[in-house]
C-alpha cells in the first residue's frame, strides 16, 4: 500500500487508493482471489480489459447517498464544532434525519441532548455564475458569533467544485483571524464513485489541523472509531483497566486533539476506520489493532488477543475471553434451538457484511447470500490481517451469492428471489421497504454496535426473534402491495443484465 499523504489538502479517493468498486457478482471466494490480499503484486489474472477488479456497471444509478452526506454524518456530529455545508439548500436535506440520529446519539453515550450544528450557505444560481465566498465567509462569521465553536469544518458540494470555489485561502485566513481550525472537507459527490470516500475526507481533514504532534502517550487510552452506536467498549474495556476515547461522531474537540496520545486504535468496522487508523500509526506512532473485527468466536478472539498484545494486557484479556465463552455459549444454544432452518440476508456496507454474516452463521442460520453497497480489495494498512472477507471464507465458509451494488433497488429484487431469505440484516433502510413488500421482514440495525463481541452474537439473535415475530404483518404487505416494475424484469434471473446489455433498459 501506498503511504497516506497528509501534506495534501485533498484525500485521495478510494478508487485510486484501495481500488473500492461498487457493482460485482458472483461468490463471496471469487470475489476474494481477485481482491488486493489475494493479488498483491501480482496484477489481475481473471481480467483481460488490465483493472484491479472489474465493475459490472449499470447504465443508470436507482438511489444512493454521497460524499458529502457522510461528511454530514462525521464533521456534523462532532461536539463544539461546527460544519458549514457550501452548497445549494437540497445539499443540506441530510440535516434532518441526522439531526434526529444525533440526538439520539447524544442520548445513548451519556451527553447533553442539542441539535446538530449544521449551517448551509445556500447557493443560488447567481452564485454560480459569480462565485460565492463572500457568503462562505459570512456563514464562517455567523458560526463564531452563534455557537463560539472550537473548530469550524467547511463541507464542499458538486457545484462549488464546478465553480472552482477557493475554499482553502479562506478557511486560512479565518484560521487565523478566529484562532481555531478551520478545516476545509473535500467531499463533491462526483469526487468519487462511493460515499465511503466522505468518511476518509472527514478523517483527513482531522489528522491534518485537529490532532496534536505530541510525545506525550496516555497508556491506558485507546481510540475506538465509530459512529453513534451504544456504549458497548467502555465496560468491554474497563475489564483490562482501559480506557475509551470515541471518534468521531460525538466527540468533542479534545478528544479528537489527543488521538495521538492513545496507547493503540480499534474499530468495529474497516470501511469507517481504515484511513483514520492507519494514519495514526504512520504519522503519530499510535498502533492499530490488527486483525479481525470483533464478530463471532473467532473474530473476538483474535481481535481481543491483539489488543491485549499492543497493550501489555494479554492475561487479562484471556482471562476475559474464558469467562465470556462460558457465560454466552448457553444462551446460544438456547438461541440456536429458536433460530433452526432459517435463512438470513446481509445487505450492508462492506466489511460490516462480512461480521454480520460471521455471527448469523455462530447462531447456525444459513446465509447464502448478501449484498455489499462496495468492496475495498484491500485496507489502508495492508495488512493481511484486517481481510475481513478472507477471514469469512475460512473460518465461515462459502456465501454462493455474494454481490456488490450500490443500494439499487431494481437489483435487490431479484438477488432476494434468488435465495428467499426468511428475514434480512440492513444497516441503511432504503432497501427495506421493497423487502417487506415481498414478505421479508428486515432488522434495521440502527444501533451499529449490536452484534459486536460475545454478547453481540445473543444481541443479534434475539433481534432477529423480535422481527419475525412481526412476519404476519409482512405476509398481509405482500399480498395488497405491487412493485413498480414491469414484468420482464420481475421475471429476469440476472439482476446485472442491464450493465451487460444496456440496450435494454427501454424494453
Avoid at 447504465?59 to 461546527?82: H, K, L, W, Y
Avoid at 468496522?269 to 489493532?289: D, N
Wanted: charged fraction near 25%; aromatic fraction near 8%.
Amino acid at each position: 500500500m501506498g503511504k497516506i499523504n497528509l501534506r495534501l489538502t485533498e484525500v485521495q479517493n478510494r478508487e485510486r487508493r484501495l481500488g473500492t468498486i461498487i457493482a460485482w457478482n458472483g461468490t463471496a471466494s471469487d470475489l476474494h482471489a481477485q481482491s488486493g490480499y489475494q493479488r498483491r503484486g501480482s496484477g489481475c489474472k481473471s481480467n483481460k480489459d488490465g483493472c484491479r477488479l472489474c465493475e459490472a456497471k449499470g447504465p443508470f444509478t436507482q438511489g444512493s447517498v454521497c460524499s458529502e452526506q457522510m461528511v454530514e454524518c462525521q464533521a456534523g456530529n462532532v461536539r463544539d464544532a461546527v460544519l458549514i455545508q457550501h452548497s445549494p439548500i437540497g445539499c443540506g436535506a441530510g440535516q434532518v434525519p441526522y439531526n434526529s440520529i444525533y440526538r439520539n446519539g447524544l442520548a445513548m453515550r451519556g451527553h447533553k441532548v442539542e441539535n446538530i450544528r449544521i449551517i448551509n450557505t445556500n447557493l443560488q444560481e447567481t452564485d454560480m455564475v459569480f462565485g460565492a465566498l463572500g457568503k462562505l465567509k459570512q456563514s464562517i462569521d455567523d458560526a463564531w458569533e452563534r455557537y463560539s465553536p472550537k473548530a469550524i469544518f467547511i463541507g464542499t458540494s458538486c457545484p462549488t467544485g464546478i465553480i472552482g470555489e477557493d475554499i482553502e485561502s479562506v478557511a486560512r485566513k479565518k484560521q487565523e483571524e478566529l484562532g481555531i481550525p478551520v478545516i476545509p472537507l473535500f467531499c463533491e459527490g462526483f469526487r468519487s464513485k462511493h460515499w465511503s470516500t466522505g468518511f476518509d475526507a472527514t478523517q483527513h481533514g482531522i489528522l491534518r489541523q485537529i490532532v496534536k504532534k505530541s510525545t506525550k502517550k496516555q497508556e491506558d487510552l485507546v481510540n475506538v472509531i465509530s459512529l453513534w452506536g451504544s456504549d458497548i467498549f467502555t465496560p468491554m474495556f474497563k475489564e483490562f483497566n482501559l480506557r475509551v476515547n470515541y471518534v468521531v461522531d460525538m466527540a468533542s474537540v479534545s478528544d479528537l486533539e489527543q488521538l495521538s496520545e492513545a496507547a493503540a486504535t480499534v474499530g468495529f468496522c474497516y470501511t469507517l476506520s481504515s484511513y483514520m487508523a492507519a494514519a495514526l500509526e504512520q504519522e503519530f506512532g499510535v498502533p492499530e489493532v490488527k486483525a479481525p473485527m470483533p464478530y463471532g468466536f473467532a473474530g473476538t478472539d483474535a481481535w481481543l488477543r491483539e489488543l491485549g498484545k499492543v497493550t501489555h494486557r494479554e492475561e487479562l484479556v484471556e482471562q476475559y475471553i474464558a469467562k465470556e465463552h462460558a457465560r454466552v455459549k448457553p444462551k446460544i444454544a438456547e438461541l440456536k434451538k429458536k433460530l433452526q432452518g432459517l435463512k438470513g440476508y446481509v445487505a450492508t456496507g462492506s466489511a460490516y457484511a462480512h461480521g454480520l454474516i460471521q455471527v448469523l452463521r455462530e447462531l447456525d442460520i444459513q446465509v447464502d447470500g448478501s449484498l455489499v453497497f462496495h468492496h475495498d480489495p484491500v485496507y489502508d494498512s495492508g495488512d493481511p490481517r484486517e481481510d475481513s472477507l478472507g477471514h469469512l471464507i475460512e473460518n465461515y465458509g462459502e456465501v454462493p451469492s455474494f454481490n456488490v451494488s450500490n443500494r439499487q433497488q431494481y437489483q435487490f429484487y431479484g438477488l432476494l428471489q434468488e435465495v428467499k431469505p426468511d428475514f434480512i440484516l440492513i444497516r441503511h433502510n432504503g432497501l427495506a421497504p421493497l423487502a417487506s413488500k415481498l414478505g421479508i421482514p428486515a432488522a434495521p440495525l440502527g444501533d451499529e454496535h449490536i452484534a459486536i463481541g460475545y454478547e453481540g452474537i445473543v444481541n443479534l439473535g434475539e433481534a432477529i426473534l423480535d422481527i419475525l415475530a412481526h412476519k404476519k404483518f409482512h405476509d398481509d404487505l405482500k399480498k395488497h402491495a405491487k412493485l413498480p416494475y414491469k414484468q420482464w424484469w420481475l421475471e429476469q434471473k440476472d439482476p446485472y443484465i442491464l450493465a451487460k446489455h444496456p440496450e435494454l433498459i427501454d424494453a
